[in-house]
């Protein structure tokens, strides 16, 4: 009967852990959580996104010890697996377009061979929030989910980067079938940009 008992209550308690997993969190409750997002999501998938940003910075910080700027970005298909990633490179390449996102989409579409990605249902995780350029970019490339880090108003705070214009982007990218959620670990985030402005690495910009 012991036995018994003991049987049930691990049956439940996995049971219980299982559903917590792919419980379904909404909009309105990712807001409370401090988290910027266009669409639902599921915890178990959160949990993997906040894990994949939180080595995504790792790397961020390792790179710019290897003249890399300080912005770094993934690309995973939908079973996990890795299928592209890319600092920003800039200064390195001594070219202006030369951002995380745009190097890695790169990748993404020789690896495929095919300009458009969306069959292959792709996931960029990024250090932090694309800048008008890269928000392009991944718009026709045909990614369908983004996960980033740091939001673009902190930062211009921290680095002086110029983000660009970007009215009302989450929201368009909602109706264009593209989920966006923000603000993910970004206090890990933004340490390595106040490590990287510190350190007194360039912040590339045109003059004007």
Do not use: Q
């Amino acid at each position: 009967m012991k036995k018994l008992s003991v049987f049930i209550l691990l049956a439940f308690l996995f049971t219980s852990a299982a559903v917590w997993a792919d419980e379904v969190i909404t909009v309105r409750e990712l807001k409370r959580m401090n988290i910027i997002a266009n669409s639902p999501v599921k915890r178990s998938e959160l949990e993997t996104a906040k894990k994949i940003i939180l080595n995504i910075h790792a790397k961020t910080e390792e790179g710019v010890k290897n003249g890399k700027g300080p912005f770094y970005a993934e690309i995973y298909d939908k079973n996990g697996n890795l299928v592209a990633a890319s600092s920003n490179s800039v200064v390195e390449d001594n070219c202006s377009i030369y951002h995380a996102e745009i190097d890695t989409l790169i990748k993404a579409h020789k690896k495929f061979n095919e300009y458009n990605l969306a069959p292959m249902d792709l996931t960029i995780y990024i250090n932090a929030e694309p800048c008008i350029m890269c928000m392009g970019a991944i718009m026709w490339s045909g990614v369908k989910t983004i996960y980033y880090s740091v939001p673009s108003k902190e930062v211009e705070r921290i680095t002086g980067f110029d983000e660009g214009y970007k009215p009302d982007w989450i929201k368009e990218f909602k109706k264009r079938g593209i989920n966006v959620y923000g603000n993910i670990e970004s206090e890990a985030g933004e340490k390595v940009m106040i490590d990287y402005v510190n350190s007194g690495k360039e912040i590339y910009k045109p003059t004007r």
